[in-house]
């Protein structure tokens, strides 16, 4: 069935650090991907999305590249602060039938300073 | 522009009540979203309502019932609480542009069973 797949978390950073977020996913039809971002005590807000295969989805430093040939939607950012401590979620919109959103378990990264 | 607006933020209920939500999308969206966000089960989407017509619905029990009115404004309910629906409950709503669609998410209503 259609499903993202992310990396488990907590991921635990020093300020600075690299990240890298794992993201998979299955889908029938042509997905749009999309990560999202849950600072404590809010709702989700957009952080970048992709529509095709090759593009490149970045806002505040963080990038992420949809790859069709391994289904994949992973995201990274250079340097990550501490403000940067949040839950974040890959998610797809199914586009056979009406279009639905389909999120990722979501992953909880923690920056120390 | 206001953003999404639900109320109550928080609602504590006992077992077998029965509780309302509300959800006041961005103005000129006609597309909301609920879902259910537990440590366990992540983000779980109930229904999608579009111009007052539930469009998608989740695996969810008839326990878990929505409407949209005319103004893009929605309800959530759920009939006879049980302990496993205490969770934050997120509304989102959205232009509905197919594909591309971003949606746009309120602060959520934490809901705890007792």
């Known amino acids: 069935g259609n499903s993202v797949t992310q990396m488990e978390g907590p991921v635990t950073l020093s300020e600075e650090a690299f990240l890298t977020i794992n993201c998979t996913y299955t889908?029938?039809?042509?997905?749009?991907l999309f990560w999202y971002v849950q600072y404590p005590g809010e709702g989700l807000q957009l952080l970048l999305k992709?529509?095709?295969?090759?593009d490149k989805g970045s806002n505040k430093g963080f990038e992420a590249t949809y790859r069709k040939e391994t289904t994949s939607f992973h995201l990274e950012k250079g340097s990550v602060q501490v403000s940067d401590s949040a839950v974040y979620f890959c998610a797809l919109i199914l586009t056979s039938g009406t279009y639905k959103y389909i999120f990722g378990t979501g992953t909880r990264l923690k920056v120390l300073a | 522009k206001a953003g999404v607006t639900q109320t109550p933020r928080y609602l504590i209920k006992t077992r077998g009540q029965q509780v309302t939500l509300s959800c006041s999308p961005i103005s000129g969206h006609r597309s909301v979203s609920w879902y259910q966000q537990t440590p366990g089960q992540g983000l779980q989407f109930l229904f999608e309502y579009f111009s007052e017509t539930q469009r998608n619905k989740g695996n969810f029990p008839g326990r878990f019932s929505g409407r949209q009115f005319s103004n893009s404004r929605s309800e959530m309910n759920v009939s006879t609480l049980e302990l496993g629906d205490s969770a934050l409950y997120l509304c989102?709503?959205?232009?509905?542009?197919?594909?591309?669609?971003?949606?746009?998410f309120g602060p959520g209503t934490r809901l705890t069973v007792l």
């Open positions: 889908a029938t039809g042509y997905p749009s």
């Open positions: 992709a529509t095709k295969a090759d």
């Open positions: 989102a709503s959205s232009l509905a542009q197919g594909r591309t669609d971003t949606q746009y």
